[in-house]
């Protein structure tokens, strides 16, 4: 077996360093949380190998329920490293920023689905936004990070994933962000049903009335 062979690095973010590399003849990504050296190191050790294993867990069940996902193909538990396969592509944030208005709604509408396969399983993403979403070559929908992922049908915890979404398209690309929600919600209602969609919505409009109050007051 060869030894892997870094391209790059894709990003050195707060928790983890993100790397694209070549081993026999795979593209692959490795994401290693590096150790934190405010923490004692045996605590450190455990909290690194407790996310990286949960990490690769939820992976592995989105996958088994037909949620797309990068293929985990390695899992170094001593390095905290989990070794995937790379999905050529564009994180959704920039393909907004490209693609023609009837592309980005059938987009939406697919990323409904799959929103609505993962809360049917009872997994929450925790940090769906933008860039956590990849589309390969042909456009098809990758999730990405679920470093901050949990398990649980709470509807808040559910409406915390839509209201992330909803909240990175308004930064960053207000203009299409209402057109996108709808046919986000049309795809992700076909897949939950149209009362619990409902029933989510009425959180998300909760919580976004929180952080409104919040901003004005805080
Ligand atoms: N499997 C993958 N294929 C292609 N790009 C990836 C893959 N995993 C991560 N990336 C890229 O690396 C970035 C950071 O990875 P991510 O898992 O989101 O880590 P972070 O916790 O630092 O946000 C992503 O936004 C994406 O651009
Ligand atoms: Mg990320």
């Known amino acids: 077996m060869e030894e892997p062979e870094q391209i790059k690095v894709i990003r050195i973010g707060a928790e983890a360093v993100v790397s694209r ?10 994401k290693h949380r590096v150790p934190k050296p405010y923490r004692i190191p045996e605590l450190d050790r455990r909290i690194r190998d407790k996310r990286t294993l949960h990490e690769a867990k939820i992976i592995v069940e989105l996958k088994k329920a037909g949620v797309p996902a990068p293929a985990i193909m390695l899992l170094d538990r001593s390095s905290s490293t ?3 396969q790379y ?3 564009i994180e959704l944030k920039r393909a907004l920023d490209e693609l023609d208005p009837i592309k980005i709604e059938k987009i939406a509408r697919r990323l409904g689905e799959i929103i609505g396969k993962m809360h049917l399983k009872k997994i929450v993403h925790g940090d769906l936004t933008t860039s956590n979403i990849i589309l390969d070559k042909s456009e098809k929908i990758y999730l990405i990070d679920f470093g901050l992922s949990s398990v649980t049908d709470d509807v808040e915890e559910l409406a915390v994933d839509i209201h992330l979404l909803d909240r990175s398209l308004e930064s960053a690309h207000h203009k299409i962000r209402e057109r996108f929600m709808k046919h986000f919600l049309i795809g992700y209602s076909k897949i939950v049903g149209k009362n619990r969609t409902l029933e989510i919505l009425r959180k998300v409009k ?3 009335m929180r952080g409104r109050y919040v901003e004005r007051s805080g």
């Open 21 to 30: 590399l070549r081993w026999n003849g795979f593209d692959l990504v490795s």
């Open 87 to 89: 999905i050529n592509g």
């Open 206 to 208: 909760e919580i976004r």
């Open 82 to 84: 989990i070794y995937m």
